[in-house]
């Protein structure tokens, strides 16, 4: 099964391209320079053909999305309208990766799919407007929202909690009054690969099980790594970033494990997984 992978050089993107080849897939890898989802008059040419295309490319820079709207919109909304198109006309599956952004974390439950959408920063208005887009152009999609992504090949919070860690003992402040489900990618891209198994099409939400604010989750990062390092525990507000978060924006990973018949690992699975793969323990 051939599967086109774009934006194969991120995060997400390269644990794609290598969980496909562990299961005997044949993944082709695009993105920038060489492949650019803004330039439409070059993806039908420039896009292989494959059973699936999968599409992590995306602006993901949340508070710079705040001050940069239009570049924002471009990747997330006309970028992928754009893959959508070419997919609609080679009648491709195409697998686009959204956000828990698109909610406004208000609900403090577990967010399932056909929830009210209502998105509370620049970033999740334009990773919605993609989703509509997306639906559209008449591809055959599916659309997965994930959230709080860490993992070897990008920047990510556990990477800069543990860097300060190290840099020196100095208290660390995190935010206490964010509630998310943190996701490793290797167990996402797994997940991914299952889904196409599967045959799935439609929205569906995959998040690492369990949930914890970001305080909770720099506490279990320091727990591994330096256990007597303090950490303070401060409000959103008090932080004062340019783009709004929400507050609780859990996913409900009930329908992934109805469409698989799979269980999203825990976030501390996640979290202990990567640490080790960092060797950092």
């Not at 050089?9 to 082709?28: I, N, R, T, Y």
């Not at 018949?261 to 825990?266: F, I, L, W």
């Amino acid at each position: 099964m051939r599967i086109i992978v774009i934006g194969a050089k991120g995060m997400l993107g390269q644990d794609m391209v290598e969980a496909c080849s562990a299961a005997g897939m044949d993944p082709v890898g695009l993105d920038l320079p060489e492949f650019d989802i803004t330039e439409f008059s070059n993806l039908d040419r420039d896009m292989p053909m494959g059973e699936w295309v999968v599409n992590c490319a995306a602006y993901t820079r949340v508070d710079d999305a705040e001050r940069d709207r239009e570049t924002a919109f471009k990747v997330n909304y006309e970028g992928v309208r754009s893959v959508a198109r070419v997919c609609a006309k080679r009648n491709q599956r195409l697998i686009h990766l959204s956000t828990d952004y698109v909610f406004d974390g208000r609900a403090m439950r577990p967010y399932e799919e056909n929830d009210r959408t209502n998105p509370l920063n620049v970033y999740g208005a334009s990773k919605l407007a993609g989703e509509k887009a997306l639906r559209a152009e008449g591809a055959p999609f599916l659309i997965v929202r994930a959230q709080s992504l860490f993992g070897k090949h990008g920047s990510n919070f556990v990477r800069s909690i543990a860097s300060k860690l190290k840099e020196n003992d100095e208290p660390l402040r995190v935010v206490k009054d964010q509630v998310s489900s943190p996701t490793y990618t290797r167990h996402l891209a797994q997940a991914l690969i299952h889904l196409m198994q599967a045959g799935a099409d439609g929205v569906v939400h995959v998040s690492a099980t369990g949930s914890c604010s970001w305080y909770d989750f720099a506490m279990a990062i320091a727990a591994r790594l330096k256990p007597e390092h303090p950490i303070t525990p401060i409000t959103a507000r008090e932080l004062n970033r340019p783009a709004q978060r929400p507050p609780h924006a859990v996913l409900s990973n009930k329908r992934y494990a109805s469409w698989t018949g799979q269980v999203m690992p825990e976030w501390e699975e996640g979290l202990s997984a990567y640490l080790k793969e960092e060797q950092l323990v």
